[in-house]
């Protein structure tokens, strides 16, 4: 799923590319995109695009006459652009957005499809799809510290709420969390003085990294190939994969769709955690640290 990062470079692409332009027609293959109906996405149809923001992990497009459109991408949702008049994709399309100079392309490859697009009016309107989570990069360590320690949470539930942080997902949770070397599953309230301020400037300093990293692989091109799985990460996505900075394979635990990948060296003390449905499997014989889990491999 795009986080803030990948938000960043897709809004300033967007900026190069539409804002400021009206927005010809929309065209919709996919009426599960359609969250919302009135008012209809028809309304926007002639007006400009005034300006570009985010909102959580959403992409919001401010139109002339106080009309919002707010994407949601979710995990696999990516935007294309295209020249003028491109056909919407007959697998994965969504819609198409023409412009003057180009067409927007909507896309999504997952067998579900759960991009959203809302069309809303006026700023309670839009207000209403902010979840509310805090800036990091606005925040300082006290705000963070108060937003932090809120609830008893895991750091990887309470990194990932949407309602206590803003635009952090689940892959750029799992690299702050390396690095400040902490525990995904660690108890918020259960943290140090030093590591709340440790993970801060760790947060603060990854999601500027990342935005910097992509600004400059992308450059002037439009962001095509956004992805929750980029090869240059070093934890997320890197299940068995020696840790940059420790050479111990990265673990993972899983849950439905969604994976947290962390170093049981770096920071757990070189404790395995337990996977759901592993860990029901094997039962006692679960691993508890990499020494027994890489025996329970060689059996």
Known sequence: MPELPEITVYLEGLERTILGHPLERARVRSPSLMRTWDPPLSTAEGLRVTGLSRLGKRIAWSMEQDLFLVFHLMISGRFHWKKRGAAVPKKGGHAAFDFPDGTLLLTEQATHKR????VVRGRAGLAALDPGGMEVMEASLGQFRKALLRENRTLKRALTDPRVFSGIGNAHSDE?????RLSPLQLTRNLSAEEVRRLYDVTRRS??????RLRIEFGEMFPEKITAFHPAMAAHGKH???CPVCGSPIQRIRYADRETNYCATCQTGGKVLADRGLSRLLGKDWPRTLEELEELKGR
């Open 176 to 180: 702050i969390l390396l690095f400040a």
């Open 115 to 118: 991009a959203s697009l809302h």
């Open 207 to 212: 999601l500027e990294e990342w935005t910097g």
């Open 240 to 242: 068995g994969e020696p």
